[in-house]
Each structure stands twice: as structure tokens, then as C-alpha cells.
């Protein structure tokens, strides 16, 4: 049924984790390992689940290498669910792995109706590469898909002849060409790095959204066809950073959904401003009854990017308890992004050329 479905191209998010962990065989991330590593991406639950992790945790307890990969398509501009990939991928990286983060320029192109040329993609690409290395990757952790050397195209076309049109309508639920091709480059980026001529055969980790796990099922099932010795690739699912307003995930093709780490202080002032907060229909009654953080977009904000988990927990407490306003965690959080996005910024275009520079493979 298309309804249970799960559809990695649509801004429409998952409301319902329980029927998706059941209907597709994800196992929930248990408590023990969210103690464990030791992260506010653990305490507040905003990891919720996994497919295989056990080889890689084992890995991180022994201080053992294992492969660290993610990537973002140059299909829009950055935004704070972009963000999300980074600090997860980040976290792993200090864990001790083999880094691998995937500016996917050709996936952005051939996924994307809008993106009309491969210059377009490339120009985000660029874009997107400052972003990235503003938010404190390196070079070393980094490749754009399109100056790959050839073993990587190879290998892609080795994946292609893995699958069929019936498991990927399966998957999937239609067969559209440059979609196809866009999921067959995410495979070989997710299984590339096992490769002798990259870190060879170890257990890896790929931090995605629940909304990507079709790509995960197939990139396990290809694995299993391959005539090589492949760990089998694990998954750590984040939960949606939703949008601004109720029932979309934050996308670069709904604007008004995302705050982009482009976005000045006026605009962060109007989304915040605009944002869906579950909040009472008066401030009497929000005094009386207390707001609902658990809904409201502005606390999410605050859950997936506010370093202080003391202070959050604060701020959602007070909130259930009528004792704060809307207007002032909306303020508050005006405030925490426009401080963050003003530094931020200055660091992007400190990066630019740089960027540009790698994307047209002028650094290796």
C-alpha cells in the first residue's frame, strides 16, 4: 500500500515511528547505548533507532576503526536539518573513524526536477561544501560525488546490475530514471568505502532520517549480492527535525518550512515569529494549563541545536508548567540562532573559495 510507503524525496515527515519500526524491521536504539555514548543527540532521544549497529558500538566500547559516512544532496540550501547530518557525523568522527562525507552533487541533479543543469548542482554543491566545512569538517573528511575517481563509478555500475525494476517499485513504489540513478550513486556511497582501494573491509555507520530508510533496506539487500567481503552496513535513524509548520519536515523546497544557515536576522525573526507552537488559545489559559513543548516547532529547534541540555529541559519545564510564554521562547530562541548564524556565516565565506575550489576538483 502506498500509504506505508515511506518516500525519501517528499517533504511530508513521519508522524507514526511505531508502525514504521514494525512494518519495515527497524529496531529501537536501546537505553544502554544512549548512555553510553554520551551525547545530547542520546540524552534528549533524538536517535531512535537502528539497523545493525552492534559491530559498530562494539567497535567504539574496544576503540576498534570503523567507517563514518553521510552525505547531503546539492539539492537546496543548507538548513538546519542539513545541520543534523553534520553533528552526527561529527560525534562518530570523534569516535575515532574513517570519515567519509558526501557532497552528492549528481545525486542533487538527476533527483531534482528543478535543478535544470549539472552547473546548477555543482554551483549548491559549492555552497553547501562551505556550509560544511564552516561547520567544522575537514577536507580529508570530505569527496564530491562527481570528482570520484573511476573505482567509484565502476563499483556504481557494478551496484546497477544488483537491482532490479521490481525491487526498487517495491521499495520505492514507482521507477522513475533519475531517481534510480540518485539511489544507485547513495548505495555506492554508503558500501564504496569497505573497498580495498579506500578503508577496506570494517563495519560502517550512516546517520540518515527514518524518511532515507529505503535506501538503507536496499543498500543491505545489494550488499548481500556483491562478489565481495562486505561488513554489512549499519544505520542510526535521527528523528525528523520537522518544519516550522505542522505536518512537513524541514525541506529546501518549502522555504517557509526551514531555516536555512543563509537566512538574516529579519527572516530568522519572521519564521520564528510564524512558527507553529501548540500554544493556548489565550495567555490566561496558557498560564492555567501549560503550553505543549512536545508539538511546538520553536522547542524542537531548541532540542536538536541548543548545546545545554539543562537549559532545554529548563525551558520545556517551565513551558508544561504556564510559568513562560510563547513569545519568550520564541525570543529566546530569535536570539540563540541569530548569535550562532551571525558566526556561522562569517565562517562560510571565509570557506567559499575553497569550496568552489574542491567542487571543480582543483583539491584533492
Same mark, same amino acid.
Given at each position: 500500500?502506498?500509504?506505508?510507503?515511506?518516500?525519501?524525496?517528499?517533504?511530508?515527515?513521519?508522524?507514526?515511528?511505531?508502525?514504521?519500526?514494525?512494518?519495515?524491521?527497524?529496531?529501537?536504539?536501546?537505553?544502554?547505548?544512549?548512555?553510553?555514548?554520551?551525547?545530547?543527540? *542520546?540524552?534528549? !532521544?533524538?536517535?531512535v533507532a537502528h539497523r545493525g549497529f552492534e559491530k559498530v558500538m562494539k567497535c567504539i566500547e574496544e576503540k576498534k576503526p570503523f567507517i563514518?559516512?553521510?552525505?547531503?544532496?546539492?539539492?537546496?540550501? *543548507?538548513?538546519?536539518?542539513?545541520? =543534523?547530518?553534520?553533528?552526527?557525523?561529527?560525534?562518530?568522527?570523534?569516535?575515532?573513524?574513517? !570519515?567519509?562525507?558526501?557532497? %552528492?552533487?549528481?545525486?542533487?541533479?538527476?533527483?531534482?526536477?528543478?535543478?535544470k543543469t549539472i552547473k546548477d548542482a555543482k554551483k549548491i554543491a559549492a555552497d553547501n561544501?562551505?556550509?560544511?566545512?564552516?561547520?567544522?569538517?575537514?577536507?580529508?573528511?570530505?569527496? =564530491?560525488?562527481?570528482?570520484?575517481? %573511476?573505482?567509484? *563509478?565502476? *563499483?556504481?555500475?557494478?551496484?546497477?546490475?544488483?537491482?532490479?525494476?521490481?525491487?526498487?517499485?517495491? =521499495?520505492?513504489?514507482?521507477?522513475?530514471?533519475?531517481?534510480?540513478?540518485?539511489?544507485?550513486?547513495?548505495?555506492?556511497?554508503?558500501?564504496?568505502?569497505?573497498?580495498?582501494?579506500?578503508?577496506?573491509?570494517m563495519p560502517s555507520v550512516t546517520g540518515i532520517g527514518l524518511d532515507q530508510d529505503p535506501h538503507a533496506r536496499l543498500t543491505r539487500d545489494i550488499a548481500r549480492r556483491l562478489p565481495y567481503e562486505l561488513e554489512m552496513p549499519s544505520f542510526v535513524?535521527?528523528?525528523?527535525?520537522?518544519?516550522?509548520?505542522?505536518?512537513?519536515?524541514m525541506s529546501s523546497s518549502q522555504p517557509e518550512t526551514a531555516i536555512f544557515l543563509s537566512d538574516s536576522k529579519k527572516e530568522v525573526e519572521k519564521k520564528i515569529g510564524n512558527a507553529f507552537t501548540g500554544g493556548r488559545e489565550t495567555i490566561a489559559l496558557q498560564r492555567k494549563l501549560g503550553g505543549r513543548p512536545e508539538i511546538c516547532k520553536v522547542c524542537e529547534i531548541l532540542r536538536f541545536h541548543y548545546p545545554d541540555t539543562r537549559e532545554v529541559e529548563?525551558?520545556? !519545564?517551565?513551558?508544561?508548567?504556564?510559568?513562560?510564554?510563547?513569545?519568550?521562547?520564541k525570543q529566546f530562541t530569535i536570539d540563540f540562532? !541569530?548569535?550562532?548564524?551571525?558566526?556561522?556565516?562569517?565562517?562560510?565565506?571565509?570557506?567559499?573559495?575553497?569550496?568552489e575550489k574542491i567542487v571543480k576538483g582543483e583539491i584533492f
Open positions: 500500500m502506498d500509504s506505508e510507503r515511506i518516500d525519501p524525496w517528499s517533504s511530508k515527515g513521519i508522524e507514526n515511528y511505531g508502525h514504521v519500526f514494525k512494518e519495515f524491521g527497524i529496531k529501537e536504539f536501546p537505553d544502554l547505548w544512549k548512555k553510553k555514548l554520551d551525547h545530547f543527540f *542520546f540524552e534528549r !532521544n533524538l536517535v563514518n559516512m553521510t552525505g547531503i544532496a546539492s539539492s537546496g540550501k *543548507f538548513h538546519l536539518g542539513h545541520k =543534523v547530518d553534520i553533528d552526527l557525523f561529527r560525534f562518530f568522527k570523534e569516535k575515532g573513524a574513517f !570519515n567519509y562525507f558526501a557532497i %552528492a552533487d549528481i545525486d542533487g541533479y538527476t533527483s531534482r526536477e528543478k535543478i561544501l562551505a556550509h560544511a566545512l564552516a561547520l567544522g569538517l575537514e577536507e580529508k573528511d570530505i569527496y =564530491v560525488q562527481s570528482t570520484q575517481p %573511476a573505482r567509484y *563509478f565502476e *563499483f556504481a555500475f557494478e551496484l546497477s546490475k544488483k537491482i532490479t525494476r521490481n525491487m526498487f517499485e517495491a =521499495v520505492y513504489g514507482h521507477v522513475d530514471l533519475g531517481k534510480i540513478s540518485a539511489a544507485i550513486l547513495q548505495y555506492a556511497d554508503i558500501l564504496h568505502p569497505q573497498l580495498p582501494e579506500f578503508s577496506g573491509k535513524y535521527f528523528k525528523h527535525q520537522s518544519g516550522l509548520m505542522q505536518g512537513s519536515k529548563r525551558i520545556m !519545564n517551565e513551558c508544561r508548567a504556564g510559568k513562560r510564554l510563547c513569545g519568550e521562547t540562532l !541569530n548569535k550562532f548564524l551571525k558566526e556561522h556565516q562569517r565562517k562560510v565565506e571565509k570557506n567559499r573559495k575553497k569550496a
